[in-house]
C-alpha cells in the first residue's frame, strides 16, 4: 500500500514569508509526528497529534510554528515569518496509534530553504 | 528526557568487513530501540527494532542487542556490501503520552568495492 507522502518534495521561499507543508500518512493511522532534520543531524521531534488533536507539541521551536490535522488524517505544518534558520528537511511520520511497540513510518520529507 | 548518544562518522569499510556502530542511551524507564537507516536520495527506514532488555533486532543481515546493564544498542554487520551505504540513526521512543522517537546525530557509512 501507499506510504506516508510528503509535499512539496522542495519548497524555496525568502525570509518573512509564510509556508505551508502537507503531510498524507498511511491510510488507517490514527499517530501522526512531525519532526525536523538538520544538515548533518538526527531528526529532533516538534509535534504529535492523536486523531485530530496535538497531544504534544513540546517540539515546536516558537509560536511562528503551527500544524493542524482537521479531520485526522491529512496535517499540514504551518511556518509564518520564515527566518533562514528554519531551513531543514521536515520529516512526517504515521503509526497506528498503540502503545508500548509502534514502529514510525516516514514520508521522503520537504526541504525547506530559507533565503 | 530521553538522549542518545551515536559514534560519530563517517565510516568507511571495504566491501565484506565487519561493521560495528556503537550507540548508547538514557532513558527513564525502558523504552524501545531503533535503528532506522537513510539511503541516498531516501526518505527514513526502519531497520530493526528491540523493545526490552536481552532482545536483539535483526534484519538484512544487520543485528543490534538491547543491553540494558551497559544502556547500549550497539548495531552489527558481519560482511558489508557497497549497497549498505548509507546514514545510520539510533533512537529511543519515550514511553507513554506521545512515543516520540529521540535520534542520535547519524553515522554515515561508505562501503568501497
Known amino acids: 500500500g501507499a506510504g506516508v507522502s510528503q509535499t512539496p518534495s522542495n519548497k524555496v521561499t525568502e525570509k518573512g514569508k509564510y509556508v505551508e507543508l502537507r503531510c498524507d500518512p498511511i491510510?488507517?493511522?490514527?499517530?501522526l509526528y512531525w519532526y525536523r532534520q538538520s544538515l548533518g543531524q538526527g531528526p529532533e521531534f516538534l509535534i504529535y497529534?492523536?486523531?485530530?488533536?496535538?497531544?504534544?507539541d513540546s517540539g515546536l521551536p516558537n509560536d511562528r510554528f503551527f500544524a493542524v490535522r482537521p479531520e485526522g488524517s491529512v496535517s499540514t505544518l504551518k511556518i509564518q515569518r520564515t527566518e533562514r534558520g528554519d531551513s531543514a528537511v521536515y520529516l512526517c511520520?504515521?503509526?497506528?496509534?498503540?502503545?508500548?511497540?509502534?514502529?514510525?513510518?516516514f514520508g521522503p520529507g520537504t526541504r525547506l530553504t530559507v533565503l | 528526557g530521553n538522549s542518545v548518544t551515536q559514534m560519530e562518522g563517517p565510516v568507511t569499510l571495504s566491501e565484506e568487513a565487519f561493521l560495528t556502530i556503537n550507540c548508547t542511551y538514557t532513558?527513564?524507564?525502558?523504552?524501545?530501540l531503533f535503528w532506522y537507516v537513510q539511503y541516498p536520495g531516501e526518505g527514513l527506514q526502519l531497520l530493526l527494532k528491540?523493545?526490552?532488555?536481552?532482545d536483539k533486532g535483526s534484519n538484512k543481515g544487520f543485528e543490534a542487542t538491547y543491553r540494558k546493564e551497559t544502556t547500549s544498542f550497539h548495531l552489527e554487520k558481519g560482511s558489508v556490501q557497497v549497497s549498505d551505504s548509507a546514514v545510520y540513526f539510533c533512537?529511543?521512543?519515550?514511553?507513554?503520552?506521545?512515543?516520540?522517537?529521540?535520534f542520535g546525530k547519524g553515522t554515515k557509512l561508505t562501503v568501497n568495492p
Open positions: 491510510s488507517g493511522h490514527t499517530a
Open positions: 497529534f492523536q486523531g485530530t488533536g496535538a497531544a504534544d
Open positions: 528491540a523493545t526490552k532488555a536481552d
Open positions: 532513558a527513564t524507564g525502558y523504552p524501545s
Open positions: 511520520a504515521s503509526s497506528w496509534g498503540l502503545a508500548g511497540t509502534d514502529t514510525q513510518y
Open positions: 533512537a529511543t521512543q519515550t514511553q507513554g503520552g506521545s512515543e516520540k522517537l529521540v
